[in-house]
């Protein structure tokens, strides 16, 4: 006696179709995301040392900085006026030139 199945093959087509893409995505959205964990690990890295470099420059730049409120000390100014022998004005004559 045979047994008579119309439409099974169809079914089971269709499932493996679905499950087979499935699949498909599965693996895909995996691989997309280690790809992103990467570059996003990479990016942490990177900042981390750019922090470092932006830490020295901010050192270097309060260095900087003191030794130009160093020179422009008003006492420092006096002493070197001084040493040069300059004497301060007390009825300064401005001159102005005019733009035409």
Known sequence: MTIVKPNSQKNESAWKLVFSLAGIALVASVIFCGFIYSKT???????????????????????????????TDPQMLEAIAEEKGLVEDKNPQWVFALLQ
Do not use: Q, Y
């Open 41 to 71: 690990v990479g990016l942490k890295h990177e900042i981390s040392s750019h922090k470092e470099s932006v830490k020295a420059e901010r050192t270097a730049n309060a260095e900087l900085k003191n030794d130009l409120f160093k020179m």
